[in-house]
């Protein structure tokens, strides 16, 4: 088993940044996609941002492209979210996922094998 534990999140003005992490612990060694997802109130969940175990593959919708970047320690098991120029609309809970040999497509489209818990960020005027 995997458990995925995020952290970072919080009240920041628009235009600010925050960087979030999401810790990985248990069966690390099969993760191989890695990434984010976030969900706002009355919002379906939407694809942020994912990662390939090797760091080299990355993929963003155009909401964030240009400004969120994911990157990934593999020693520490950790996958990070550094996001930039926040927008009131990037409001969400924000959920880190994680998957066995998959694809970015599947990974996308929310195939994922496991999920964390969540992290708070909420962007202000």
């Known amino acids: 088993q995997v458990q995925l534990v995020e952290s970072g999140g919080g009240l920041v003005q628009a235009g600010g940044s925050l960087r979030l992490s999401c810790a990985a612990s248990?069966?690390?060694?099969?993760?191989?996609?890695m990434g984010w997802f976030r969900q706002a109130p009355g919002k379906e969940r939407e694809f942020v941002a994912v990662?390939?175990?090797?760091?080299?593959?990355?993929y963003y919708p155009d909401s964030v492209k240009g400004r969120f970047t994911i990157s990934r320690d593999n020693a520490k098991n950790t996958v990070y979210l550094q996001m930039n120029n926040l927008k009131l609309e990037d409001t969400a809970d924000y959920y880190c996922a994680a998957n066995r040999v998959s694809t970015i497509s599947n990974f996308r489209s929310g195939g994922v094998d496991y999920w964390g818990k969540g992290t708070l960020v909420t962007v202000s005027s």
């Open positions: 248990g069966r690390t060694d099969s993760l191989y996609f």
């Open positions: 990662i390939n175990r090797g760091g080299a593959l990355t």
